[in-house]
């Protein structure tokens, strides 16, 4: 099958501040996450692209036309998905994670996300977590295979998207059940790669921020970086990253 790079936008002020953004609108990269998504797209250069798929929401577009934009060979095809858009947060979208933490629900989201649905709003939609990790998954399979069929097997591809996102499709490849997937850490402009194998998915790096390439014959330089909440709790929507 294809060769799957899952990469989150990069920083934001909502990040910073600690506020969950969800899908309010006009929320882009600071400037930090711009220096962010510059390098990703540099360290992506060497490894031809020929397609980088983004969620619609803004500062997943920023990131992704950084990567488009870095290409060294023939630029790869742009798209958009809302398949692979932020988590619907309903009520609990652009609050801070500090009042949210402060809610019953935010137990289950650490231990139980499995169960958990958000609130409803008048002007955000509200989903369960296991819908956002279906639509997610659906929408991968079905760009591995329109990649595989235009493009053959081992094409490599880009899918941007968000911290709870990636999270929940890294915890599914590696088999984990979706109330562990709080335990995988996403940063802001973070490699991950998959490969969807007919008996199974190859988790070949997770969360990958600091290596000079991102060659594909050298993965023994795998990195993982973790950063718990003080009180060893997920940063819900995935955390402002360290510099």
């Known amino acids: 099958m294809a ?4 990469v989150r936008h990069g920083r ?3 990040n910073v501040d600690g506020v969950l953004a969800g899908w309010t609108p006009g929320v882009g990269l600071d400037e930090r996450g711009s220096e962010q998504v510059g390098r990703v797209g540099r360290r992506l250069a060497p490894t031809p692209l020929v397609a980088v798929v983004s969620s619609p929401l803004q500062r997943c577009v920023q990131t992704a036309d950084a990567i488009a934009g870095e ?3 023939e630029p790869p095809a742009r798209h958009t998905d809302e398949q692979l858009g932020e988590c619907h947060y309903g009520a609990w979208t652009g609050r801070p994670l500090s009042e949210l933490a402060q809610e019953p629900l935010w137990r289950d989201v650490q231990e139980r996300p499995s169960s958990v649905r958000f609130p409803p709003h008048d002007d ?3 989903e369960s977590i296991a819908e956002m990790l279906d639509r997610a998954t659906a929408a991968i399979s079905r760009w ?3 990649i595989e069929e235009e493009h053959g097997p081992g094409a490599v591809w880009a899918a941007v998207s968000h911290g709870d996102v990636i999270k929940a499709l890294v915890g599914a490849a590696l088999g984990s059940p ?5 335990r995988i850490v996403i940063d802001p ?5 998959v490969r969807h194998a007919p008996t199974h998915p190859f988790v070949l790096r997770v969360n990958d921020t600091g290596s000079d390439d991102i060659d594909l014959t050298g993965l023994s330089r795998s990195l993982t970086k973790a950063a718990p909440g003080a009180d060893g709790d997920a940063a819900v929507g995935g955390g402002a990253g360290s510099d």
Request: charged fraction near 20%; aromatic fraction near 8%; charge should be positive.
């Open 3 to 6: 060769v799957l790079v899952l």
């Open 71 to 73: 290409q060294q060979g």
């Open 189 to 193: 402009a973070s490699v991950s790669i």
């Open 12 to 14: 934001t002020a909502a």
């Open 178 to 182: 979706l109330d562990r997937f709080q």
């Open 144 to 146: 591995d295979a329109r």
């Open 124 to 126: 955000f939609r509200s």
